[in-house]
């Protein structure tokens, strides 16, 4: 077998079978097919595409080129979610506690964020001593004595993914559903979960502006996944504004902690509770959504949920004290500006792409894969899209450290750039666009 | 300016301008654009194609990615010949000294064979002695003393071609006629050419195989260079059946000179004839075409093209006593095997590529670039297309050295797979299928 002679075969647009691909793949971890071939390969991909079957067998021999975690040792459903990335997406540091005080084990591997979507990596970082670079060993540790553990990918798992991603990112492959969820599905079954939820953010701030993309991949998750035995319901959300008031790591924790205790705004909480409500769901605890979202919102209410984000936190190594006085414990930024509006009217925009790259110019996000970020950066919205808002109030609070204050002006004209204000209220749009449901054909 | 910016551009079709192609070819050559950058971005050009003057900036980047030759203190045109390759295509001996006895100097840089297709070089080097790897000193010097030189590519010339070439055969990205015209166009103008013949060969024994693809390649060549103002006329001549009545390298050698002596057959002769006559109309040495014929028929016929091919071969350490009597100095299979004619009849077919074939495994061609080939094997026709031939008549003689005796049997089916004889005889198909001049737009 000659890896020319398969990319030849999809550059014509014909079919590789399982064996091919599992000899790319093979040769992509091992050396011996060289970056070149999986480039022009990859390239050929994104022309051509993948039948079903073919994006199965990438999956599965993606999955295989490293360690498959076995959590078989922990009793009951181990569940985890998957965002495509959005502005202000903090939802998994809020689901995840949630999921696991009603029962469901949830071992999530993340990642860092890039451009101008955050990373729940990142994130966690912010709170004084946590770790995220968890060997396998500590990995099944946390996950067995917290109910999840929130850790980033180890090497052992799914090298031939961590190449290809790479790969993909400079060589203009990102784009690419076969690829996309090869990249997903592989690392998650790759944790040992029993049940995937995915949340394919949809929008002028997500990586799928368009919803007959975020479909298409809702509907490549859920098939391919079900092809290989394993159940993922998807739904695709909207992700034109941010979601929630604030968008930078610090900042974002600081927003989870207070939707863990009740008190966080509607259009997170909502978002967190019905992909909480399908982790319940897909991991059997529950019959039905509106009884799981019932479960979630009780586990937040008896102070469970918090509990148990305050138990992950103090297991990997990080303080605990910030589920009690977040305020104290979580970095502050040296300058907070404000921006006010310029007229009275009714806030009909807010652009989920522009707060993100301001929130990115102040020091929240990385530019390329090396930038160091500043945990304290961000922006905290004090309006949201459908508020009245008055001439002069505040719209949002600019936080900024002084490595990135040069930026400031930037990211205030970016900022200015993404809001509208108008003489009606903007129409309601849902934050649930669509549900898949697991195992759902094409 | 971001490689990886200029992919994902040309991935959604869109325009690379001269300055981004410079960039792109400047990075392969010195490595900061790394391979697998490249191989997206051919198999990108492969899918989206490139307009004129993208293809002519990358002629221009690669023409300038090493040394060019400037041949401008010899006297006269410099005028070369390059064909997309065929089975038993030996034009360019014939062609090089008949053009440089006519006053056309002939700088003409060759390359080996792969597959199923011979190399000029590899012909050359059957001559005891001959070497073709000059230093572009040499280079000169042969080309001012003899009037033409046949040469390897050297390490000075065109980096960015020789990279590319071998990244494009790795990843099934060789199909591509911008790419095919800028490497070959950027390989032949830095050897000093004021204009150039094209032969694409067009058939099932040539890399075109379809008629509209080598009329595509015809287009963009004579157009492309005309736009960076040096004319090629383009031929574009069949290859269904061999050239001539030798394939495999010292035979076709010995085929040639019979030609250099007046002796050869009538297609191999046509062909050859005709190439060299665009050479002398293009390099101004005569008028029209049917003049040019005429001058090529004198030189062959007063034997100046003949000593011209003496002294060329002398010039670069071969044995010049192979014009006088190649049968003594060629080397000479140890075993003849003929293949006979199974029923009487007309010889309708006598398909190239499986001749190709039949003589790559006799050992006259290479089926890997590192392969070492034997100058003695390959087949000599007694019968050509067209021909009357009773049952048992000796079609063909098998050329077989020790090593690839094994092979016999293989390379006997393989041929005889390509052989076929009907009850009428087969139409005359042109030779030359169509010419397109220098300068013509596409």
Redesign the interface.
Known sequence: MR???L??RK?DGGPLTADEIQFLVAGLTDGSV???????L???I??RGMAPTETAALVEAMLHSGSVVDLGDIPGPKVDKHSTGGVGDKTSLILAPVAAACGVTVPMVSGRGLGHTGGTLDKLESIPGFRIDLDLAAYRRVARECGLVLAGQTAEITPADRLLYA?R?????VESIPLITASILSKKLAEGIDALVLDVKCGGGAFMTRLEDARDLAASMTSIAAALGTPVTALVTTMDTPLGRTVGNALEVREAIDCLCGEGPADLMEVSLELAAEMLVLGGVVDSRPAAVDRCRGVIADGSALERFGRVVAAQGGDPRVCDDPAAVLPRAARVETVRAERSGWLTRLDARSVGQASMLLGAGRTTVEAVIDPTAGLVLEKMVGDRVEASDVLAELHVGPRHVAALEAALAIFRGGVGIGDEPPPRRPLVIERRPAGSAR
């Open positions: 890896a020319v002679d990319i030849r550059r060289p970056a070149y071939q999986w480039a022009a990859a390239m050929a994104v022309w790969l990112d400079a060589t203009a492959t």
